[in-house]
Nanobody
Framework: EVPLVESGGGSLQVGGSLTLSCARS????????MTWFRQVPGGEEREGVA?????????YYVDSVKGRFTVSQDAAKNMIYLQMNDLKPEDTAMYYC????????????????????WGQGTQVTVNS
């Protein structure tokens, strides 16, 4: 088990910035992929937003957040972060961190079914 806890969400105006944090605890388990997903209110699917590989810190982003969001990790603290700048109303969603134990092909990194461990989420609301 890899308990995950997100924090840092909130309500803010268009153009603002937030940093989300995801704290990992429990017994060590190698998790090559650590990815942020989001789910809009009433939405059925979780959208992959940004992620990072634990071994080489390779990052990946969905096109809609490139240049605005930055994912990073602090391995010593068992934390990953999502720095979000220039937020837009369409960024409003519940944000989840997810860890996967399998090394994934690039085409699969945003497939939520590939991730075994999830946090409870933190809400981000961007007001226009």
């Amino acid at each position: 088990e890899v308990p995950l806890v997100e924090s840092g969400g909130g309500s803010l105006q268009v153009g603002g910035s937030l940093t989300l944090s995801c704290a990992r605890s429990g017994t060590y388990l190698r998790t090559p992929h650590m990815t942020w997903f989001r789910q809009v209110p009433g939405g059925e699917e979780r959208e992959g937003v940004a992620g990072i590989t634990s071994d080489y810190e390779k990052t990946y982003y969905v096109d809609s957040v490139k240049g605005r969001f930055t994912v990073s990790q602090d391995a010593a603290k068992n934390m990953i972060y999502l720095q979000m700048n220039d937020l837009k109303p369409e960024d409003t969603a519940m944000y989840y961190c997810a860890f996967g134990v399998t090394l994934l092909a690039r085409t699969s990194v945003f497939n939520p079914d590939k991730y075994e461990f999830w946090g409870q989420g933190t809400q981000v609301t961007v007001n226009s």
